[in-house]
T-cell receptor, first 112, second 112 residues
Framework: QQQVKQSPQSLIVQKGGISIINCAYE??????FPWYQQFPGKGPALLIA?????SEKKEGRFTISFNKSAKQFSLHIMDSQPGDSATYFC???????????FGQGTTLQVKP | DAGVTQSPTHLIKTRGQQVTLRCSPI?????VSWYQQVLGQGPQFIFQ???????GRGNFPDRFSARQFPNYSSELNVNALLLGDSALYLC???????????FGPGTRLTVL
């Protein structure tokens, strides 16, 4: 019940295309859902985050869509660029804790 | 502004040895969390500290311990190292307990 399931494991997108990564959870106590981007040899960098009181949040080319009833959330990267090639992790945090539970990661490759 | 800093960058130890990893949070941040990231997987929560008190512990053996100092920096100690402890150890800081977490570059620990 503490798991966050992420898909796909890997993704190849053409430059300018839309990258979509999905995550699903079971624990209804989760109330904070961030996405992180990680380059090889680096720590994860916070991209964008959402709480369950909104269904969508957009920051630049990055959008989180959140479906509370389905217990799913997704990251959309619009106009994908080769510099977006990295591993992306979704995460979730139970209410009243600072603990982040991460998905398994998606390796994104954006082809020029 | 300086981000989260961690030292050392890399570390090589042998089985049975002990290791201490260090983390300095972003200035003004009072909470520090530790995560273990095995190659190809998402980070796994180890500990969270806030105002020098342990506020969360993940599913790790008692060989793992941590503490937070009055200046909010933190140390993670691992005793009796096993080969399976080889991983990237990440420190994340947040302003308060339930806020956004910002990760450092990590310490790469190799156990031979």
């Amino acid at each position: 019940q503490q798991q966050v399931k992420q898909s796909p494991q890997s993704l190849i997108v053409q430059k300018g295309g839309i990258s979509i990564i999905n995550c699903a959870y079971e624990n209804t106590a989760f109330d904070y859902f961030p996405w992180y981007q990680q380059f090889p040899g680096k720590g994860p960098a916070l991209l964008i985050a959402i709480r369950p009181d909104v269904s969508e949040k957009k920051e630049g080319r990055f959008t989180i869509s959140f479906n509370k009833s389905a217990k799913q959330f997704s990251l959309h990267i619009m106009d994908s660029q080769p510099g977006d090639s990295a591993t992306y992790f979704c995460a979730a945090s139970p209410g009243n804790t600072g603990k982040l539970i991460f998905g398994q990661g998606t390796t994104l490759q954006v082809k020029p | 502004d300086a981000g989260v800093t961690q030292s050392p960058t890399h570390l090589i130890k042998t089985r049975g040895q002990q290791v201490t990893l260090r983390c300095s949070p972003i200035s003004g941040h009072k909470s520090v969390s530790w995560y273990q990231q095995v190659l190809g997987q998402g980070p796994q929560f180890i500990f969270q500290y806030y105002e020098k008190e342990e506020r969360g512990r993940g599913n790790f053996p008692d060989r793992f311990s941590a503490r937070q100092f009055p200046n909010y920096s933190s140390e993670l100690n691992v005793n009796a190292l096993l080969l399976g402890d080889s991983a990237l150890y990440l420190c994340a800081s947040s302003l308060v307990l339930y806020n956004e977490q910002f990760f450092g570059p990590g310490t790469r620990l190799t156990v031979l």
